[in-house]
Structure formats: structure tokens, C-alpha cells
T-cell receptor, first 111, second 111 residues
């Protein structure tokens, strides 16, 4: 089983739609979790950090379920500019800050 | 300005050559990372370092080497033992437990 897995995508949604991405992780000792956005041929940029049960920032909501070992990202009222690849990352914690990324989920918001 | 600088942005390597990618940060972060990204794929961890003079192998360390002689610097050498080095290489740094912050990346092509 891979350490971090994500919905395979791609997701194609109309403007204004609500879309949710899921990410599962295998290491129950994982301490912190992140969602990044990556545009084509660019570096990933941090969207949200998730340290407890959840976090909200405007149209974006991230939730953490430690019992089931998954995190989710909800985007409300999708904009054309939300089109990108969304990467889930997990800090496996323990003695070292080992941060592993999922394969990413591609989102296209259609006019 | 604080940030991470990767150089060169584009690099061409002949078969059998070693090349070194530079990564410098002035964010006073303890942890630094190197990831590799292939087209349409997620980020795979090559090496990471928590402190000066210490580093750990990631999931795909074979054919790569690193050093961490200074807190600010974490260069990556792609050796001739790496059979398929053409990829996008991303360096990142973070404070303990916090989200990694990325440089703009280096594109390596074997010719």
C-alpha cells in the first residue's frame, strides 16, 4: 500500500460547483497534513495546513479523520482559476520531518 | 527577500555525466528536501535533511547524492548511476512540523 493515496481524477466540474478531494495515508503516527496546489510546470504552493480536525479558509475547507486515516479538501463555488493539480502531503513525524506527497488530483473548472 | 533559490532552472546532461543542482534558502529552516517529479506524476522524495551534516534517504535515493555542510545549502548531485534522470527537481525547506516551502524547481534533460 502506498504511503499517501489520492482520488485518481481528473475532475471536470462547471463553474460554481462544489468539489471534494480525498487523500488517505497509511502511517497512523503521521502528525501533520497539508494540501498544495500545483499549476502546470510550476512548483507546488501551500493551500492549507491541517493539524487538528479541520481548517477553513474562504471557499476551501480541509478536514482530518484520524480514525479512518484520511483528509479531504472541499472547494465551494469553483472558479476557473481553481483549475490545477491538488497535492496531498503528510508529515510522517517521528524523529525526522519526512514529508511524503500523494500523486495529485487534477481539477478542471469549465465555464 | 526570504526564499529558496534553485539553480540552474534548465540543465542538459550528457549520458554518463554527473550534474549538481543547487538549493539555497535564507528562511532559517532546519529541514530541507529534494523531490523528483515526472510528467503527470506526483512528487517522490529523494533525500531529506533535518540538521547540518545529517541526511536521510527518501524513496528513490539510488543514483543521487547530497550534502548538508551548511544550514542554508542542500545541493543534489545526479550521478551517472541514475539511469533515467530526465525530470523536474524540486527543493523545499521547512521548520519542524510545518509545511515545506518550495523553490521554483530545476528541469534536467538528458541529451
Amino acid at each position: 500500500r502506498k504511503e499517501v493515496e489520492q482520488d485518481p481524477g481528473p475532475f471536470n466540474v462547471p463553474e460554481g460547483a462544489t468539489v471534494a478531494f480525498n487523500c488517505t495515508y497509511s502511517n497512523s503516527a503521521s502528525q501533520s497534513f497539508f494540501w498544495y496546489r500545483q499549476d502546470c510546470r510550476k512548483e507546488p504552493k501551500l493551500l492549507m495546513s491541517v493539524y487538528s480536525s479541520g481548517n477553513e479558509d474562504g471557499r476551501f475547507t480541509a478536514q482530518l479523520n484520524r480514525a479512518s486515516q484520511y483528509i479531504s479538501l472541499l472547494i465551494r463555488d469553483s472558479k476557473l482559476s481553481d483549475s490545477a493539480t491538488y497535492l496531498c502531503a503528510v508529515n510522517l513525524g517521528s524523529s525526522y520531518d519526512k514529508v511524503i506527497f500523494g500523486p495529485g488530483t487534477s481539477l478542471s473548472v469549465i465555464p | 527577500d526570504g526564499g529558496i533559490t534553485q539553480s540552474p532552472k534548465y540543465l542538459f546532461r550528457k549520458e554518463g555525466q554527473n550534474v549538481t543542482l543547487s538549493c539555497e534558502q535564507n528562511l532559517n529552516h532546519d529541514a530541507m528536501y529534494w523531490y523528483r517529479q515526472d510528467p503527470g506524476q506526483g512528487l517522490r522524495l529523494i533525500y531529506y535533511s533535518q540538521i547540518v551534516n545529517d541526511f536521510q534517504k527518501g524513496d528513490i535515493a539510488e543514483g543521487y547524492s547530497v550534502s548538508r555542510e551548511k544550514k542554508e545549502s542542500f545541493p543534489l548531485t545526479v550521478t551517472s548511476a541514475q539511469k533515467n534522470p530526465t525530470a523536474f527537481y524540486l527543493c523545499a525547506s521547512s521548520s519542524e512540523g510545518l509545511a515545506p516551502y518550495f523553490g521554483e524547481g530545476s528541469w534536467l534533460t538528458v541529451v
